[in-house]
């Protein structure tokens, strides 16, 4: 029996430009690219080196500090350049694709006679461990440190992110024998949390503890769900697994194949037709987003992820390994005279001041990314605590992060936190500080300092 958990804090942003629930291929991309920035913390150490011919799965490089950790290439072809940038520092590796993709071989497994010890082996031999993050500090999961459980959050609330329930049709056992494969490597439950109004393929999963979540974003994030289901504290450890990443950790173990396939959303409002798109992990942004035309295409802003935690890419940029979605709305280079003095009616806001969305809560923007104010210090207005549902005081811990107050950063709940956490309130922050990236280099610190 499912247990029914209602968030009450937070702030839905209704956007135009949602992906139709179709699908279609994407248009075959020629180059794929690995970013290591991707995997945060992880200093890579090169395998396959330039000019080496690699098949999908093959690993790319390996954790300087971890040599068991592998990362893999989405694809079958040959790695023809390592991009380098300042101090010699790995950016991307791209790999340009075979016609016809061959596999590595990691053979077929019966997870139900597997131990835990074998299932962590083997997803770290196949490179699927990238898959598992860890909370604290939303890194990569450490193998040698087990969690007391395991999170998967089905809920998506995020403005135009991919519909989980959707892009997860038709794989049921995939996703079944990736959850028993992670139960084997907790003590603790394997907790997946669905909308509450759904209808998932998550629901009813053996091996699994469901939760019904209901509420605004940020009601999705699984830092929300973890601390109202089982609350992170000094010393513990839990790991996080989305979605769709199970759907290739279960067909590597029915299959033998790692199987890079993404089903993403391309949504926006400057998208003309905004559908879904099976593509690959890496694959070249341009070959999803040209498919469905964009509107004013000098103009534009193409984020690979959602408009409020995604990264700002070129056109000829790539997905990144952990998207799944693609955005595009309109580049915010214009300025409005008096636009701070003047009744506004096409912008959302949690504040009643001048604007009027709070009139209209069904009504969809098509905001761009105009911040609509400059840098400036930290203004105390409340507004942080009403769409922040942990219990946290976040402004406080902002500032311990931005000091790197240590023993501030504990006491107010650093370790429960995630970047994401605060996409929201940067997005409602008079003063237009950068929350996420004090957070992360927050959190960077501990991570160094305290382990």
């Known amino acids: 029996m499912s247990k029914d958990i209602r968030i009450r804090k937070g702030l839905d942003i209704k956007l135009v430009g949602e992906a139709e629930k179709t699908t279609a291929n994407a248009t075959r991309s020629n180059v794929y690219a690995i970013k290591p920035d991707d995997f945060h913390g992880i200093v890579p150490k090169v395998i396959a080196k330039q000019g080496t011919e690699v098949k999908a799965g093959e690993p790319l490089f390996h954790s300087k500090s971890n040599e068991q950790m592998l990362f893999p290439s989405p694809v079958s072809g040959e790695v023809v350049e390592i991009v380098r940038g300042a101090k010699r520092k790995i950016l991307a590796f791209k790999i340009l694709a075979d016609k016809e993709q061959s596999y590595a071989d990691f053979e077929v497994k019966d997870v139900n006679a597997m131990s835990g010890d074998e299932v962590k082996t083997h997803l770290l031999q196949s490179g699927c461990w990238p898959f598992i993050k860890r909370r604290p500090y939303d890194v990569i999961a450490n193998p040698d440190v087990a969690p007391k459980a395991i999170f998967i959050s089905g809920y998506t609330t995020a403005p135009l992110a991919a519909d989980s329930d959707y892009i997860l049709q038709g794989r049921e056992k995939e996703i079944q024998v990736a959850v028993t494969a992670l139960s084997k490597l907790t003590q603790g439950e394997v907790h997946i949390s669905v909308g509450k109004k759904s209808n998932s393929l998550l629901e009813g999963l053996d091996h699994s503890t469901l939760h019904k979540i209901s509420g605004p974003h940020p009601a999705g994030n699984v830092s929300v769900q973890i601390a109202k289901i089982d609350p992170i504290n000094k010393g513990e450890v839990v790991w996080v697994v989305s979605p769709q990443d199970l759907v290739i950790i279960g067909e590597l173990l029915l299959t033998g194949k790692f199987n890079a396939e993404r089903t993403i959303a391309l949504a926006g409002s400057s998208v003309k037709n905004p559908k879904y798109y099976k593509t690959k992990i890496g694959a070249e942004v341009a070959s999803v987003v040209y498919n469905s035309g964009v509107n004013d295409e000098g103009n534009i802003r193409v984020i690979s992820g959602d408009v409020l935690t995604g990264e700002n890419v070129k ?137």
């Open 315 to 451: 056109p000829d940029g790539h997905l990144g390994y952990y998207h799944s979605s693609i955005t595009v709305i309109p580049e915010g280079d214009d300025y409005e005279l008096f636009g701070w003095n003047k009744p506004i009616f096409n912008k959302i806001s949690p504040s009643r001041a001048l604007t009027f969305s709070w009139m209209f809560p069904n009504k969809k923007y098509a905001l761009n990314t105009n911040t609509n104010g400059e840098h400036r210090a930290f203004v105390v207005t409340g507004n942080y605590e009403n769409v922040f549902p942990l219990d946290i005081y976040p402004l406080q811990l902002l500032k311990a992060c931005a000091v790197n107050d240590l023993d501030a950063m504990e006491q107010l709940g650093m370790y429960e936190v995630a970047p994401e956490d605060f996409a929201l309130t940067e997005f409602i922050c008079v003063s237009k500080q950068p929350h996420q990236q004090i957070i992360r280099e927050g959190l960077d610190l501990m991570l160094k300092e305290i382990g």
